[in-house]
């Protein structure tokens, strides 16, 4: 149950944040991997996008999300930590130009992550119940308090230098110490099994538009190709060839709208050598053929921004 100090936190953050961004889309601030966002109207459909590994905090507004096969919902007053980075579609909806759909995020690195797991945890991590990409959680009266404090610090050049990465990194440490802490901590770990399914992921990335041997990427990561399918699936929410096709269909939309590549041109350049087989799994994916769906997209007024990379 939500106390009245917490909705007058969030009231807080609403009007911080839409002070810094006031238009639509997403502003890097002074800190750090640290940005918040701003969406005036509910999507009609799924926008498709890769996912930093990140914390965000909603302070006004819903979305729902889907990452595989699983649909994540979140609203005001909730947090919702990506513990991978990861292919998902997105879709706002609560938002209007009076109270727009806004949050912050803070990008979790996996280097802070663990110096700070260190502090928290000083007798080990203790061992998390599950593993996956997604954790929605509410937000408590302490944790809002803290990134209300450090969006004003984001306000102030000097103290945005000094003091907010100090502010950031204590809303990591009561994100740590929090319900989720347990998975958290498990992204600063080297031999997790997050950790190591993002560094298959790293290897995926990198290579997205090759022919990617799934055996040598398990072995990379020091796992069996079963543990490996297994594991990869658990936190992805998708088979690493899945994860791959994810990758190189959002390259193409965006590449068809920021470089004006014929369907043709993009599937070639993000790996496919069957043009329709390229057709196929497009259209399986967005819903409709690759011509169809851009001119549908441009009529709509839709640019490579609003296709992030």
Do not use: W
Not at 116 to 138: H, N, T
Not at 246 to 266: F, I, K, N, P, Y
Request: some cysteine; overall charge positive.
């Amino acid at each position: 149950m939500r106390t009245r100090q917490i909705d007058d936190g969030i009231a807080t953050l609403a009007k911080l944040i839409g002070a810094l961004i006031p238009y639509d889309g997403n502003v890097e601030l002074r800190v750090l991997g640290v940005r918040v966002g701003r969406v005036s109207k509910p999507n009609q459909e799924p926008m498709h996008y890769v996912q930093r590994s990140s914390l965000c905090i909603v302070a006004q507004g819903a979305k729902i999300v889907t990452i595989g096969e699983s649909t994540y919902g979140y609203e005001a007053g909730q947090m919702a930590v990506y513990s991978i980075i990861v292919p998902m579609a997105g879709r706002v909806t609560r938002a209007s130009y009076s109270e727009p759909y806004l949050l912050l995020m803070i990008d979790l690195d996996a280097e802070k992550i663990a110096e700070l797991a260190l502090k928290v945890f000083p007798q080990g991590l203790p061992k998390p119940r599950e593993a996956r990409s997604l954790y929605v959680g509410d937000a408590d009266a302490h944790m809002i308090d803290a990134a209300a404090r450090l969006l004003e610090l984001t306000a102030q050049p000097v103290d945005a230098e000094l003091l907010a990465p100090l502010v950031r990194d204590e809303i990591l440490i009561r994100l740590l110490r929090g319900p989720m802490g347990s998975r958290v901590a498990q992204i600063g770990k080297a031999d997790s099994g997050v950790q190591r399914i993002a560094n298959a992921v790293s290897q995926l990335r990198a290579n997205y538009d090759r022919r990617v041997n799934i055996e040598d990427v398990a072995k990379l990561v020091n796992m069996s190709v079963t543990s490996f399918h297994r594991q990869f699936k658990a936190v992805t929410g998708m088979s690493p060839l899945q994860y791959q096709k994810s990758l190189r269909l959002q390259e193409a939309r965006r590449l068809m709208l920021a470089a004006m590549l014929d369907a043709g041109q993009a599937s070639r350049r993000v790996g496919y050598s069957s043009a329709s087989q390229f057709t196929r799994e497009y259209g399986r994916f967005f819903g409709s053929a690759p011509t169809k769906d851009i001119h549908r997209l441009r009529e709509q007024g839709l640019t490579a921004a609003d296709v992030p990379a």
